[in-house]
Each structure stands twice: as structure tokens, then as C-alpha cells.
């Protein structure tokens, strides 16, 4: 079955404590990328990737890393979370091109005390 | 830059039928309509390239205006099951990268 998964789905953590969300793609996607949504704002783009080793800052960088050694993986770093940084996280992936169909996954909710 | 959408939020009765718009400063190459259930993922419902084209989804629909930069969501005879959030995603170019998303628009339809 073609989909996107992330891990973990639900995560409490404390205020400077290093994390990482998984994604991981299963249909050969050039492009993958990650959102945050919080109430109001929408869906707001973090970081996305073109293809392996090719990343690029969205709209909201601050505070997250990413790294994308292998097509299929995608994982979203925060080195040292912020209570600002609680949100719903998605990760996404498409075929390359402007008309392709985002798919994403099934989101990750993020809650730092 | 996110595309900007309006209205922010509709209440509808089933039956009666809504319309979503989304608009940019910049150029569209394509316009992505999604829609989101409570805490779920966004789920594709249609995309529109540039060339004026209109596309349909049992009683939705769309169309893209690409002079004015604009594109308008279409729902028609609404049924319960269309409640939820609509986001419009847009690409300035083909090559694509990551679809920038508008802030919403949630739709409730009651009995």
C-alpha cells in the first residue's frame, strides 16, 4: 500500500530535550517535505527536499533540522524543543513536478512542557 | 508566502451549497484543494493546472482562474460528510518542490 509514515504519532517531551520524527515514503517520491499546523495558521511549511542530500528552508525553520540521506527517509531533528514548538506535524511527499498530488502522513502531535 | 482563502469559516444546512476561494500575488502553475478531518491528515481532493481548467469530484468542484490568480472550490448540495477544513496548496512553477498551503477553511454542515 502506497503511504506515508511517521513516528511517533502523539509525543510529550521537556523543554530542551532532543527529538526526532520519522518519515518514511514507500512509492519512490523525489520530493518530501514537512508542515506544522497550529489553530488558525494553517499548514506552514518547515523544510522540504528536492531529492537525497538537497534540502531547503520553508517558512518557518527556526529550531528544526532535517537531513535526507536516503529517498525514502526524511526525518524532522529538533536538537533542543521549545513550549513554542508544540504543534500537529506532518510529513508529505511527492512525484517531482508542479501538478503531482501531495500525500501525507498520518501526522505527529507534539506537546513540549 | 501562503495563498490567502476566504471566507475563514461557513456554516452550512445539508443541502445548500458553499464556495471556497483561494487567491495569490504570485503566478500559479497549479492550485491543490485538500481536506482535512479533525487531527487527521489532509486528504487530496483534486489539482487544477495553469490554462483556465475546471475539474469536478461528484458534487464538488473547482475552477482556476490563471490571470487572476485565483481559484474557487465548489460544493454543491453539501452533505454532512463535506464538513471538515479546505485547504488550497499552490506550486509557482512546475518544478514543484513543496506545495505552499493556505490558512483554511472550515466548513460545518448540519442536519
Known amino acids: 500500500e502506497a503511504q506515508v509514515t511517521q513516528n511517533p504519532r502523539y509525543l510529550i517531551t521537556v523543554t530542551g530535550k532532543k527529538l526526532t520524527v520519522t518519515c518514511s515514503q514507500n512509492?519512490?517520491?523525489?520530493?518530501m517535505s514537512w508542515y506544522r499546523q497550529d489553530p488558525g495558521l494553517g499548514l506552514r511549511q518547515i523544510y522540504y527536499?528536492?531529492?537525497?542530500?538537497?534540502?531547503d528552508k520553508g517558512d518557518v525553520p527556526e529550531g528544526y533540522k532535517v537531513s535526507r540521506k536516503e529517498k525514502r527517509n526524511f526525518p524532522l531533528i529538533l536538537e533542543s524543543p521549545s513550549p513554542n514548538q508544540t504543534s500537529l506535524y506532518f510529513c508529505?511527499?511527492?512525484?517531482?513536478?508542479?501538478?503531482?498530488?501531495?500525500?501525507f502522513g498520518q501526522g505527529t502531535r507534539l506537546t513540549v512542557v | 508566502q501562503q495563498p490567502v482563502q476566504s471566507p475563514q469559516a461557513v456554516i452550512l444546512r445539508e443541502g445548500e451549497d458553499a464556495v471556497i476561494n483561494c487567491s495569490s500575488s504570485?503566478?500559479?502553475?497549479?492550485v491543490h484543494w485538500y481536506r482535512q478531518k479533525h487531527g487527521e491528515a489532509p486528504v487530496f481532493l483534486m489539482i487544477l493546472l495553469k490554462g483556465g481548467e475546471q475539474k469536478g469530484h461528484e458534487k464538488i468542484s473547482a475552477s482556476f482562474n490563471e490571470k487572476k490568480q485565483q481559484s474557487s472550490l465548489y460544493l454543491t448540495a453539501s452533505q454532512l460528510s463535506y464538513s471538515g477544513t479546505y485547504f488550497c496548496g499552490t506550486d509557482y512553477s512546475n518544478s514543484g518542490y513543496a506545495l505552499n498551503f493556505g490558512k483554511g477553511t472550515s466548513l460545518l454542515v448540519t442536519p
Open positions: 527536499s528536492m531529492n537525497v542530500e538537497v534540502t
Open positions: 508529505a511527499s511527492r512525484l517531482k513536478g508542479g501538478g503531482t498530488e501531495a500525500f
Open positions: 504570485k503566478a500559479l502553475y497549479s
Open positions: 512509492m519512490n517520491h523525489e520530493y
